[in-house]
Nanobody, 123 residues
Framework: VQLQACGGGLVQAGGSLRLSCAAS????????MGWFRQAPGKEREFVGA????????HYADSVKGRFTISRDNAKNTAFLQMNSLKPEDTAVYYC?????????????????WGQGTLVTVSS
């Protein structure tokens, strides 16, 4: 499956952004979707993931209660709604797809990756 993430930009602290990840090439509902991020000078880290149907999600502690992952299988798109953004949320955000699991935080479980979209949160 090919993935294309978009929706990044510059936002003030406390603001919101919604990222989208459009999938093509394979049946979208066969894949669990994950979001990861990489801040400048840091390792890429897990943000959250959603199951095939969207009925299950889990999040990194750093974003729990502020970020929400959803998906629209009819439109082959996953979303990351980010609220109450903080400067430390500044990063390139990547969407990724896994055939086998959503209950993971490991990048190795995700076989397909989008190109990333930059989110910058100013203080």
């Amino acid at each position: 499956v090919q993935l294309q993430a978009c929706g990044g930009g510059l936002v003030q602290a406390g603001g919101s952004l919604r990222l989208s990840c459009a999938a093509s090439g394979r049946t979208f509902s066969y894949y669990c979707m994950g979001w990861f991020r990489q801040a400048p000078g840091k390792e890429r880290e897990f943000v959250g993931a959603i199951s095939w149907s969207g009925g299950n999600t889990h999040y990194a502690d750093s974003v729990k209660g502020r970020f929400t992952i959803s998906r629209d299988n009819a439109k082959n798109t996953a979303f990351l709604q980010m609220n109450s953004l903080k400067p430390e949320d500044t990063a390139v955000y990547y969407c990724a797809a896994s055939r086998f699991t959503w209950a993971t935080m490991s990048q190795a479980d995700f076989g397909s990756w989008g190109q990333g979209t930059l989110v910058t949160v100013s203080s």
